[in-house]
């Protein structure tokens, strides 16, 4: 049992390295520049931001100084604001969705029990069918929505 609890824990710190390392890759790809929309400015203002917000080093620095944030817990600056951090903002916005996930999944466990018992006491007959349908269409729109948020 320790075996399989300490597996899943090494899995799981695999799996948010591959999502931060995948985050950053894909910020540092993204055509343009963060302060881009600005407006224009002097090229030492340019200069001390990117300096600011360690965009001056080469992209190795970089991950480094991302990983060793992330491992803290700090998420820096918030460009669009001058006295709060990323941290502020989480902190704020926290509870409310926390609160919300916590009644979404709720919600999700009965029903989805109790759609689960139904199709499996109805089996091949049409309230089972009925559950797959709308399975499937509740899948086919999640990922037709995850493409439009990527596309646009």
């Known amino acids: ?27 540092h790809n993204i055509p343009g520049d963060p302060f881009a929309s600005e407006g224009k400015m002097t090229q030492s203002v340019y200069d001390n931001l990117m300096a600011h917000y360690n965009l001056d080093k080469p992209l190795g620095e970089q991950y480094l100084i991302y990983l060793d944030n992330v491992a803290h817990l700090d998420l820096g600056p918030s460009i669009t604001s001058k006295t709060r951090t990323v941290n502020d903002y989480i902190g704020e916005n926290f509870p409310v969705s926390a609160q919300l996930g916590i009644v979404t999944f709720i919600f999700a466990l009965v029903i989805g029990i109790l759609l689960g018992v139904v199709a499996a006491l109805k089996r091949n007959q ?8 709308l399975l499937l269409s509740g899948f086919l729109y999640q990922v037709l929505s995850y493409l439009h948020y990527l596309l646009m």
């Open 1 to 27: 049992m320790l075996g399989f609890i300490l597996k899943r824990i090494g899995l799981g710190i695999i799996t948010l390295w591959a999502i931060i390392t995948i985050t950053f890759l894909i910020m």
């Open 126 to 133: 049409w309230p089972d069918t009925y559950v797959q349908s």
